[in-house]
């Protein structure tokens, strides 16, 4: 069977990894996919995005089943697209994905819902906004409503740094359309967790729980990124925890969206904010839905996935989630993410790569920013590599990864040393 997996970063690398493990699968392409899937063996890389040339690739080679990895195409609608051509594919139509696509959706649905997040209001007018942050003050969260790759929510610590956002978005137009508009919320304390569950219209299929750490640097310092290391599982979603938020968030959301005409089928993935207290007390809120995987989540997840994975998504895409089990390993997987230069701001690409060793049962290095030049690799985007490890507990999988991390080389490489952290410390 031939599998087309639609995207370039590490999530997707990791997405045609795991399929390839399936006896049923022969084949995957990846598009426009990166350096690590155009070396893997029985992968290839395809260089399409449009969602009409993606369908028309996908009749041509005869291809069963199409996953999405990320949210511009969803907001283009390549689902849409794809089953009015009776294609199979996996993810939310364009209308679901505006959970994700659309901050000021997603907050107006979890009101209409009762599904908990932070408070906020919703602006267009610059000056309107600008009084609102003078009557809450700081700290206060200004967020684009539209998708602005990872650079569209401040977490202002400061009024004036609130209106500089502000004047960011709504005066100088800095990230277009999808700044035109402006979420403004409550900022939420506590510790995050990635709460990432599959979908096929009504049956809800939890995947283990994760958590990633957003700053550039150490001590959760410096700017957020698209997330510079990721672990599964986590331990502050205790049973507890991970039964209400079933009960409080998911279900609510899925029949939710269900009710308002809109199902929701592929992965749905609940940003969270724990807060303090104990399992039963402390508040559980929605920070931002996104209707995708996680990336880095994704690929410790998937190191520990013991299921075949084409059949959890052929269960996804009949609608028979409710007959798909779901296998972990119970060790901890921890992925480290190696950057470029100067990321998040204005990475910088072409530095060769060098040192990547082959995939071991307990360490893969998915890539993500890397092409190949010739038979050279080299960096080609903010994210380059995910070094992912497993083994028996966090410390072992931190130091596995870090050894692996270590081996590897380019110029400028920036990574964070103390991935899994929080794990540790509750250890
Ligand atoms: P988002 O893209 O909405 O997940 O926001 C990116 C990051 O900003 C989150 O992972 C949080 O670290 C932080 N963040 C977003 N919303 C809030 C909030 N209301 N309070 C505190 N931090 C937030
Ligand atoms: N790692 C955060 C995200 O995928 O949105």
Redesign the pocket.
């Known amino acids: 069977m031939k599998l087309l997996v639609i995207g370039s970063g590490g999530r997707e690398h990791a997405l045609a990894w795991k399929l390839l493990q399936s006896p049923r699968v022969d084949h995957v392409f990846v598009a426009p996919g990166n350096g690590g899937t155009a070396t893997m063996a029985h992968s290839t890389n395809v260089a399409l995005s449009d969602p009409a040339a993606l369908a028309d690739f996908v009749k041509k080679e005869g291809i069963a089943l199409t996953v999405v990895g990320p949210e511009a195409p969803l907001a283009l609608g390549v689902v849409d697209t794809f089953r009015a051509q009776g294609l199979k594919i996996f993810g939310p139509t364009r209308a679901a994905a505006q959970l994700e696509s659309s ?1 000021d959706f997603a907050k107006a649905f979890m009101v209409r819902h009762q599904i908990p997040t ?1 408070a906020y209001q919703t602006f267009t007018d610059p000056v309107a906004a600008h009084a609102y942050i003078e009557a809450q003050g700081a ?1 206060i ?1 200004i ?1 684009a409503d539209g998708l602005a790759a ?1 650079k ?2 401040v ?1 202002a610590l400061t009024a004036r740094e609130a209106h500089d956002a502000i004047d960011a978005m709504l005066g100088d137009g800095s990230l277009g359309a999808a700044g035109a508009r402006v979420v403004i ?5 506590g510790e ?1 967790a990635s709460f990432i569950i599959l979908c096929d219209g009504k049956n809800i299929l939890p995947l283990a729980t994760s958590q ?1 750490h ?1 700053r550039l640097q150490d001590a959760d310092q410096g700017p ?1 990124t698209g997330g510079m290391g990721a672990y599964s599982p986590a331990p502050v979603v205790s049973a507890a925890i991970h039964a209400r938020v079933m009960r409080e968030v998911i279900t609510p959301t899925i029949e939710g969206m269900k009710a308002d005409g809109i199902p929701f089928t592929g992965f749905l993935y609940a ?1 969270l ?1 724990i807060g303090d207290g104990d399992d039963v007390t402390r508040p559980i ?1 929605v ?2 839905f ?1 209707c995708r995987l996680g990336d880095p989540e994704t690929q410790p997840i998937l190191m520990r996935l013991r299921s075949d994975l084409l059949e959890v998504f052929e269960h996804g895409v009949a609608g028979t989630l409710n007959q798909s089990v779901i296998d972990w390993d119970p060790r901890t997987a921890l992925g480290v993410v190696m950057a470029s230069a100067n990321y998040p701001s204005t990475p910088r690409l072409g530095d060769p790569i060098t040192g990547i060793p082959a995939a071991q049962p307990d360490c893969v290095v998915f890539h993500a920013g890397t092409a190949l030049k010739g038979s050279a690799l080299q960096t080609s985007g903010g994210r380059v590599l995910c070094v992912t490890a497993l083994a028996d507990n966090v410390r072992a999988t931190q130091q596995r990864a870090y050894e692996v991390v270590k081996s590897i080389n380019f110029n400028g490489a920036q990574y964070r040393t103390d991935i899994g952290w929080r794990a540790l410390e509750k250890n």
């Open positions: 901050k932070a700290p969260v967020k990872g569209g929510v977490v919320e409550e900022c939420l304390l995050e990633d957003k957020n940003g904010m809120k920070l931002e996104n």
